[in-house]
């Protein structure tokens, strides 16, 4: 697919990708509407199911297997991606992007990586390690996040990772306060990820976050972290429940508050610690 191709979708293009294998995309400037999203989605599924359209990405070189720079409006779906050097989908100052019913495995350093992106939506995806560091990294002050439904397991680090990350500043569209606000963390399965440290749910300056009925199942460090490392505040105002946490024998601890903010409740979780 030529970036010639990719530059040319406008409100409403939906483009499709048939069975087969594709190199890494780079879709920049590229600009849907609210009610005339750009799609771009996998067509059919393998035998055991998993997307059959598959984009590779190139282990030897720094690149992301699926880039969106500076875009909006745009719908990734139904796709199998792998073999990123570093992650296998970025979105770079890219806003109202939604990840839905992919299959991402194999990448080298994270599953998902946002820097300054609002409105980032990743729903009943598959993000399979190992990798160096998270399945979905939210970063750099984007707020207005929902990770809901998706399968995360076998990550050296965290499963779900927020970090407002002041020093990194601000971009078009996104303040430089170092906060990540308003997340949805809910019915997602996070499994036996954590080997190398971080929790299953980390949130380093992050507010307003909802975490529901989610199950968190052997992760080998922590299972939710409320603290303040590199953003901007302790995190604060956060409200889990009916979460399922079962952590690996020798694990820390299951919740943890570190420099946190204040505001948060926890009710109606069941935790089970097998030490």
Do not use: C
Not at 167 to 193: T, Y
């Amino acid at each position: 697919i030529s970036r010639v191709l990719l530059g040319q979708l406008a409100p409403g293009s939906r483009l499709k990708l048939l069975p087969g294998e594709y190199p890494g995309l780079l879709i920049e400037n590229v600009h849907g509407l609210p009610e005339h999203k750009v799609v771009i989605q996998g067509v059919g599924k393998t035998a055991n199911g998993t997307p059959a359209a598959r984009v590779r990405g190139d282990l030897s070189t720094a690149r992301d297997a699926v880039e969106l720079a500076r875009s909006s409006h745009i719908v990734l779906e139904n796709l199998h991606i792998s073999r990123a050097a570093r992650a296998g989908i970025r979105l770079n100052n890219s806003h109202r992007i939604e990840v839905r019913h992919s299959h991402l495995e194999a990448n080298g350093l994270w599953g998902i990586f946002t820097n300054h992106a609002n409105y980032f939506t990743a729903e009943a995806n598959t993000i399979i390690g190992p990798a160096r560091q998270h399945g979905i990294y939210q970063s750099n002050s984007g707020d207005h996040v929902r990770i809901a439904e998706n399968y995360i397991v076998g990550f050296d680090r965290a499963a779900v990772h927020l970090n407002g990350d002041l020093v990194m500043g601000g971009a078009p569209g996104v303040a430089a306060d170092g906060v990540i606000s308003e997340v949805e963390i809910r019915d997602n399965f996070l499994a036996g990820n954590g080997s190398g440290g971080g929790s299953a749910i980390n949130l380093d300056g992050a507010e307003s976050v909802v975490i529901e009925d989610n199950i968190l199942v052997g992760n080998k460090a922590a299972g939710i972290a409320v603290f303040k490392e590199d953003g901007a505040i302790g995190s604060r105002n956060i409200y889990a429940q009916r979460n399922l946490l079962v952590m690996a024998p020798e694990s820390r601890w299951a919740v943890i508050f570190n420099n946190a903010g204040s505001g948060s409740r926890f009710s109606n979780n069941v935790i089970i610690a097998q030490d």
